[in-house]
């Protein structure tokens, strides 16, 4: 029984951690799947809307979900601001000129941040509903884990309905498919760019501020988890919703594992296991070959 226990426990600390890194890296999917840009910054707005919903909650006295809102909004309104001073002059750019643009943009994140909070660790109180355990009949686990795996599931689920079932998400897909015939048609590419890039960085905002408390939140979050965005987009395939989803899960539960029966050395599997699923299948487990 107590073995049960401890899968179950091992398999819902994985799912909670995935569908944190699931709401971060869905909008770098996204946006890297239709605007082609190479943006290695958009860890840095995850931290962003980390630090807005902690210093929202614990200086502002905000709510869970107030904090959350306005760390969506403030992060979008923020992206907005450098997609269109910054990262759109780099469009048309290289892959390289677009890789040292976003890495020097992390370093200013990091270096901004510190000069302006410290470089302390972060402390998210989560609110009384939200602490604790839940009786789940199998187990009992952390509330706020559970909490988290639900979010993830209405996430995915919202998204995937707005790309397959609304206008805006026609177009997002048709411009992924073939940006030149979608503006033949008539579609505003250039808006839709900067729409869809305040909504992916809104994502990584809310995702920071979820996984401010289960990831750990501080000036090095960019680069700390840089990677894992990268393996979740790569994996689950550019603009796949659903397969940033899975990669992002199957990720979450075997960094858990691995953390825990070997905490030296035991991310080289997952390193291992991606290269050899690009090897594979370069465009992703869900991704689209090209034609």
Do not use: C
């Not at 239709?34 to 931290?47: D, P, S, Y």
């Not at 980390?50 to 909004?73: P, Q, T």
């Not at 015939?181 to 839709?192: F, H, P, Q, T």
């Not at 289960?214 to 000036?219: I, M, S, Y």
């Amino acid at each position: 029984m107590n073995f049960a226990t401890d899968i179950a426990g091992i398999v819902l600390g994985g799912l909670a951690a995935g569908t944190v890194l699931f709401i971060v890296s869905v909008g770098l999917s996204v946006t890297m799947g239709l605007m082609g840009f190479v943006n290695l910054a958009h860890g840095a707005f995850a931290m962003f809307g980390g630090y807005v919903v902690v210093l929202a909650m614990n200086r502002a006295h905000f709510g869970f979900g107030v904090a959350l809102a306005v760390s969506f909004i403030a992060t979008a309104a923020l992206s907005v601001v450098l997609e269109r001073a910054l990262y759109w002059p780099l469009y048309r750019s290289g892959e390289l000129d677009q890789v040292l643009f976003t890495i020097g943009l992390i370093f200013i994140f990091i270096a901004g941040t510190t000069i302006l909070v410290g470089p302390e660790h972060q402390t998210l109180q989560l609110p009384a509903a939200l602490s604790g355990q839940l009786n789940l009949g199998f187990v009992r686990y952390r509330t706020y884990s559970v909490f988290l795996i639900v979010i993830g599931v209405l996430i995915a689920l919202g998204i995937w309905l707005t790309f397959e079932r609304t206008r805006i998400g026609g177009q997002i897909r048709a411009t992924v498919d073939n940006r030149r015939m979608a503006e033949s048609l008539g579609i505003n590419v250039d808006r839709l760019f900067t729409i869809t890039f305040a909504f992916g960085s809104g994502m990584a905002a809310i995702g920071g501020g979820l996984g401010a408390e289960f990831l750990g939140l501080d000036p090095q979050y960019p680069l700390k988890y840089l990677v894992y965005f990268l393996i979740a987009v790569s994996v689950g395939g550019l603009g796949s919703v659903i397969g940033v989803y899975y990669a992002a899960l199957i990720l979450g539960v075997l960094d858990f594992v691995l953390t825990l029966y070997l905490p030296k050395g035991g991310t080289i599997f997952i390193y291992v296991l991606t290269i050899l699923i690009l090897l594979a299948r370069p465009q992703g487990l869900f991704g689209r070959k090209e034609l």
